[in-house]
């Protein structure tokens, strides 16, 4: 099993720039295909990103295409989300996830989420 802890939300103008960050436990992190998932107030659970085992894999939803980026560090069991040019309808509880297999929603394990508000 593997525990994740979100990290990096608040408050922020649009236009602005946030990282989320994402600490890993229990099991071997470079055995789990990582991403995020987000869910706006009143709105169904959303892929967002996901990244491979080792970092070479990368795939974005098309709505932060070009906006945001995922990164890891298996060395410090960390994943991290840059997320620039943020606009209002970015604003959600990100949710780090992560899974032996490559998933888009269906993710074993979750973290308790970070909430990402962007104002207008």
């Known amino acids: 099993q593997v525990q994740l802890v979100e990290s990096g939300g608040g408050l922020v103008q649009s236009g602005g720039s946030l990282r989320l960050s994402c600490a890993a436990s229990g099991d071997t992190f470079s055995d789990y295909h990582m991403g995020w998932i987000r869910q706006a107030p009143g709105k169904e659970r959303k892929f967002v990103v996901r990244?491979?085992?080792?970092?070479?894999?990368?795939e974005y939803d098309d709505s932060v295409k070009g906006r945001f980026t995922i990164s890891r560090d298996n060395d410090k069991n960390t994943m991290h989300l840059q997320m620039n040019n943020l606009t209002p309808e970015d604003t959600s509880v990100y949710y780090c996830?992560?899974?032996?297999?490559?998933?888009?929603?269906?993710?074993?394990?979750w973290g308790q989420g970070t909430l990402v508000t962007v104002s207008s």
């Open positions: 996830v992560a899974d032996k297999a490559l998933r888009y929603m269906t993710w074993a394990y």
């Open positions: 990244i491979g085992r080792n970092g070479d894999f990368k």
